[in-house]
């Protein structure tokens, strides 16, 4: 069971705005950085936003992540077929020393 | 341009042991914390160890700790995870993972990733 909860899967039609929920606690969400990595199967885990909502160079604009408090949001909107993947949340826990990982988000584009 | 490159993994017997290594180039490795993440076969990415870039900050899951330890040759810009007493469930796809060295700051460049199999 992972320190990080997120929902197994979500969905969306070609266009849609969705948004990926992860929970956490005071000594990691509420407390240090939230990432979030797209992982394409069979490929290496790709970093979407780091440090709450900043994206990388060559990430589309359509990613965008938040945080409030102890939980964060990825949203990803004009969902395209390219993006169906797995996506994870991470933060550092000072309280463990420790990182965490959500338990994954399968999201399917119908 | 950012590399990270694992080997040596394999197949191992219960109980074995095994050296992972991770060769990084393009970017400064003595002053970037550097990391394991594996995943076990259909399962989520799970957190191993962090080394920061003097190897004075060490951490470790508390469910590997007296079995895995993770270290660095900064002269080789090179990464390892020494696994020992290897059981079943160790069995995961391995990840090298670069971060910042500020606190907080997690993995931004990741290796492809190696296969370690633990089976009789």
């Known amino acids: 069971q992972s320190v990080l909860t997120q929902p197994p899967s979500a969905s969306g039609t070609p266009g849609q705005r969705i948004t990926i929920s992860c929970s956490g606690s005071?000594?990691?969400?509420?407390?240090?950085?939230v990432y979030w990595y797209q992982q394409l199967p069979g490929t290496a885990p790709k970093l979407l936003i780091y440090?709450?909502?900043q994206r990388p160079s060559g990430v589309p604009d359509r990613f965008s992540g938040s945080k409030s408090g102890t939980s964060a949001s990825l949203a990803i909107s004009g969902l395209r077929s390219e993006d169906e993947a797995d996506y994870y949340c991470?933060?550092?826990?000072?309280?463990?020393?420790?990182?965490?990982f959500g338990g994954g988000t399968k999201l399917t584009v119908l | 341009e950012v590399q990270l490159v694992e080997s040596g993994g394999g197949l191992v017997k219960p109980g074995g042991s095994l050296r992972l290594s991770c060769a990084a180039s393009?970017?400064?490795?003595?002053?970037?914390?550097m990391n394991w993440v594996r995943q076990a076969p259909g399962k989520g990415l799970e957190w191993v160890s962090s080394i920061s870039g003097s190897s004075s900050h060490i951490y470790l899951a508390d469910s590997l700790k007296g079995r895995f330890s993770i270290s660095r040759d900064n002269a080789k810009n090179s990464l390892y995870l020494q696994m020992n007493s290897l059981r079943g469930d160790d069995t995961a796809v391995y990840y090298c993972a670069r971060a910042k060295e500020n606190y907080g700051d997690l993995f931004d460049y990741w290796g492809q990733g190696i296969l370690v199999t633990v089976s009789s």
């Open positions: 393009g970017f400064t490795f003595s002053t970037s914390s």
């Open positions: 440090r709450n909502n």
């Open positions: 005071s000594s990691n969400i509420g407390s240090n950085y």
């Open positions: 991470a933060a550092w826990d000072g309280s463990l020393s420790a990182g965490m």
